[in-house]
């Protein structure tokens, strides 16, 4: 059974730093992309940062030299370090996994709230 189970989240002080991990398990990890997602309240969910089977990552404009996607690839977990933190990156963050087989599909985990305050 596919799973994506995110973890890391938590409260923040502006200019701070947080790691989530967020650790597939499932699935063969032959053609796919695998990033974070975020949705504020209020807000439409947004794309933060996504990594390919290929090894290109994208980042969203607002998060660039800020954040950095990764993947470890013995642990089948993928990481987002987020650094500066600024209270506009309050949301909650989700993991979305492609998987490009003889079909397309996708898949989201439970979400990890992040918080960045006083």
């Known amino acids: 059974q596919l799973q994506l189970v995110e973890s890391g989240g938590g409260l923040v002080q502006p200019g701070g730093s947080l790691r989530l991990s967020c650790a597939a398990s499932?699935?063969?990890?032959?053609?796919?992309?695998i990033g974070w997602y975020r949705q504020a309240p209020g807000n439409e969910r947004e794309r933060v940062a996504v990594?390919?089977?290929?090894?290109?990552?994208t980042y969203a404009d607002s998060v660039k030299d800020r954040f950095t996607i990764s993947k470890d690839n013995v642990k089948n977990t993928v990481y987002l370090q987020m650094n500066s933190l600024k209270p506009e990156d309050t949301a909650v963050y989700y993991c979305?996994?492609?998987?490009?087989?003889?079909?397309?599909?996708?898949?989201w985990g439970q979400g990890t709230q992040v918080t960045v305050s006083l």
């Open positions: 979305h996994l492609v998987l490009r087989e003889v079909v397309i599909r996708d898949y």
């Open positions: 499932g699935f063969t990890w032959d053609d796919y992309a």
């Open positions: 990594i390919t089977s290929s090894g290109i990552t």
